[in-house]
């Protein structure tokens, strides 16, 4: 178990914390919305989209790879909820709409929202941080922290330009955008 485990991302914050993870500090601020209504948001997301790139080429260099097992998108199972800042959810909620889908529908399972009829991911090519850091065992357990903390902390920034209010569950992240 590595000494240093990150827990960004994910809601079960505390089954990291057990395992001595550390969890970053996605504080809680006030959204103003006035602070971004006027900008463009392609700067923002084109950075979000970075980070998801930086992140894959450190996956590669680890050998970790994402099975898509699917089991990390059954929150029923594994009690987990991925966290999504604001740039994330914003495109996240590209995503879903490029899927032809104008909201979130529960899944019938208690799976992820964006987790379709044939078990795959709506919005694959455009999944959350979480969704790419790769939790699951099968991949190689939990990231170490140090590895990309610097990411996380890009992706706060974002979160912070667009006037977000730090990190929320995926769904109340996108629902709250695809307005
Ligand atoms: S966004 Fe996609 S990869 Fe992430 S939990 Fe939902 S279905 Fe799974």
């Known amino acids: 178990m590595p000494a240093a485990l990150v827990a960004s991302g994910w809601r079960n914050v505390e089954r990291a914390a057990l395992a001595g993870g550390v969890v970053t500090g996605l504080t809680a601020r006030m959204p103003d919305p006035r602070r971004h209504r006027s900008r463009t948001l392609a700067p923002d997301l084109a950075e979000v989209e970075a980070v998801y790139a930086e992140l894959e080429r450190r996956v590669e260099r680890l050998a970790r790879d994402c099975r898509l097992s699917t089991r990390c998108c059954r929150f029923q199972l594994t009690g987990e909820i991925p966290l999504l800042t604001r740039g994330e959810a914003l495109l996240a909620a590209r995503g879903v709409r490029a899927s032809g889908r104008k909201a979130l529908k529960p899944h019938p399972q208690g799976a992820c929202p964006l987790l379709g009829p044939e078990g795959r991911c ?9 969704c790419r850091t790769h939790f699951c065992r099968a991949a190689g357990g939990v990231m170490p922290r140090a590895l990309v903390a610097d990411l996380i902390q890009r992706l706060e920034a974002v979160d912070e330009k667009l006037g977000g ?9 996108i629902a709250a955008v695809l307005d």
């Open 122 to 130: 709506l919005i694959y090519q455009r999944r959350p941080f979480g």
């Open 165 to 173: 209010d730090g990190s929320r569950t995926l769904p109340e992240a």
